[in-house]
């Protein structure tokens, strides 16, 4: 097949296949209600019309794209959790999942820009429940990707430890003071970046560590400074910063739900947001198979295309079984949230296999490519580099098993 090295738009258009597997992954009928069949075929067209066209341009540039961003508000991504009320769709977490896996097919870094803003005006409802005032004020806008809300967790003496805050707020009269750091935060330099949902230390440790408190503060607060542009090896059009804050006053109506409880109560709440993050891995590995088939369809060797040599085509089934894992476990998680069951195991299970899968499925379609799987314009390459993440964002594969061997009862103390 002559692929033409340094066309990327050609290399990423969407490959029609008649194959139902093939463009929409692993069939779970028993998973999905018409509605989402609908938005997943308006998901669908609206990546392969907005998404998939620019998204190697996009990564090799490193280039977040504020036009396409506003698209994807317009399209109803960010809003899926939100109620309402305050004009979000109070739509379910297997329609994020959707929104995740769909878009990950083409493009992980808009994938990631969904999600973390699809979490974060979730948790910001969530938390800000009794400020019904301060949501109609920020969500809405936020919704329709006008305005960017990033989740600060993660500081530079580490993630994965991620209740050891050093960032500390203190009160001073009806005000809090707020000095310290956040690394790693994604959303958060964008021309729409305008809150940040900030965990910090409040009051005293009792027992080796300081109650957290979370708090919505405005980046444009004086004090803040939201550090230069991270160079990534994946996820390269998505936009991370670290952000400082150096005696940065908030209002007291900034603490998000109860003084000290904001960071228990948030990961509480949050159990659930490693499914989006596996429906990335999913869709990572539906990408992956789609570049591997148009490939091993077209390119020749030894007189016939490379699918019809049997361990070529055996790869390719690899991948493919590793992506019907992927999706099983993600809309199993998903269904049993929405369903009301609990999903602590399901979610860091589907997390930890997912992003395993995701890395061994792009790492067999760069094999499969050959040289052009070394190349920068190609899908598969752009999908090696973007599976590398989805084993360290919302927790590495140590933070999954800890949180499944504590389920088992093992190592309570882990
Ligand atoms: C592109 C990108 C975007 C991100 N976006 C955000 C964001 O929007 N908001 C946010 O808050 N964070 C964000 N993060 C941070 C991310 O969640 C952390 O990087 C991740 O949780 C790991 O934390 P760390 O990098 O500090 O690694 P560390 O915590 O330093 O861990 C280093 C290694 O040690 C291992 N380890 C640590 N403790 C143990 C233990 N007890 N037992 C065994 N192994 C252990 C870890 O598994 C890991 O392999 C982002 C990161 C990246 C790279």
């Given at each position: 097949m002559a692929r033409e090295v340094g066309d990327p738009v050609a290399l990423d258009m969407k490959t029609q296949s008649t194959n139902a597997f093939m463009?929409?992954?692993?069939?779970?009928?028993?998973?999905?209600?018409?509605?989402?069949?609908?938005?997943?075929?308006?998901?669908?067209?609206?990546?392969?019309?907005?998404?998939?066209?620019?998204?190697?341009?996009?990564?090799?540039?490193?280039?977040?794209?504020?036009?396409?961003?506003?698209?994807?508000?317009?399209?109803?991504?960010?809003?899926?959790?939100?109620?309402?009320?305050?004009?979000?769709?109070?739509?379910?977490?297997?329609?994020?999942?959707?929104?995740?896996?769909?878009?990950?097919?083409?493009?992980?870094?808009?994938?990631?820009?969904?999600?973390?803003?699809?979490?974060?005006?979730?948790?910001?409802?969530?938390?800000?429940?009794?400020?019904?005032?301060?949501?109609?004020?920020?969500?809405?806008?936020?919704?329709?990707?006008?305005?960017?809300?990033?989740?600060?967790?993660?500081?530079?003496?580490?993630?994965t430890d991620a209740g050891h805050i050093e960032t500390r707020a203190i009160k001073q009269g009806g005000d809090w003071i707020i000095n310290g750091s956040k690394q790693f935060i994604t959303n958060s330099g964008t021309p729409f970046s305008k809150y940040v949902i900030l965990f910090a230390a409040t009051g005293e440790a009792s027992g080796g560590r300081s109650p957290i408190s979370a708090f919505l503060v405005p980046l444009d607060a004086e004090g803040v400074t939201v550090g230069p542009l991270y160079r990534k090896l994946g996820w390269r059009a998505s936009d991370t910063h670290p952000l400082f804050f150096n005696d940065v006053r908030v209002p007291n109506a900034a603490l998000l739900g109860e003084e000290g409880r904001g960071y228990a109560e948030a990961l509480r709440f949050l159990t659930w947001a490693r499914l989006p993050i596996s429906a990335m891995s999913a869709g990572l590995v539906r990408g992956c198979l789609l570049d591997i088939d148009r490939f091993i369809s077209e390119r020749r060797s030894f007189g016939k295309p490379l699918g019809d040599h049997q361990a070529v085509a055996f790869q390719a089934a690899e991948v493919a079984a590793l992506g019907s894992l992927a999706r099983v476990m993600t809309y199993d998680g998903a269904w049993k949230y929405d369903h009301g069951h609990p999903i602590q195991q399901e979610a860091a299970t589907a997390k930890l296999l997912s992003a395993e899968a995701a890395n061994k499925a792009a790492y067999i379609a760069t094999g499969l490519l050959g040289g052009y799987g070394f190349m920068e314009e190609s899908a598969a390459t752009r999908h090696y580099q973007d599976a590398r993440i989805l084993t360290i964002g919302e927790g590495t594969p140590e933070v999954q098993k800890m949180l499944i061997a504590r389920l088992l009862g093992m190592g309570r103390r882990l």
């Open positions: 463009s929409g992954g692993y069939a779970l009928p028993w998973a999905f209600s018409p509605e989402h069949d609908s938005w997943k075929s308006t998901l669908q067209d609206f990546v392969a019309s907005r998404i998939a066209p620019g998204a190697a341009q996009r990564t090799i540039d490193e280039r977040f794209d504020p036009d396409l961003a506003l698209a994807v508000g317009e399209l109803g991504a960010y809003g899926l959790l939100v109620p309402t009320e305050y004009g979000g769709q109070g739509a379910d977490l297997r329609s994020l999942c959707l929104a995740t896996e769909e878009t990950a097919v083409y493009d992980s870094s808009m994938a990631v820009t969904i999600h973390v803003q699809a979490i974060s005006l979730a948790l910001l409802a969530h938390l800000g429940k009794d400020h019904p005032d301060l949501l109609l004020e920020t969500l809405p806008k936020a919704v329709t990707g006008e305005v960017f809300i990033s989740f600060g967790l993660t500081e530079p003496t580490g993630g």
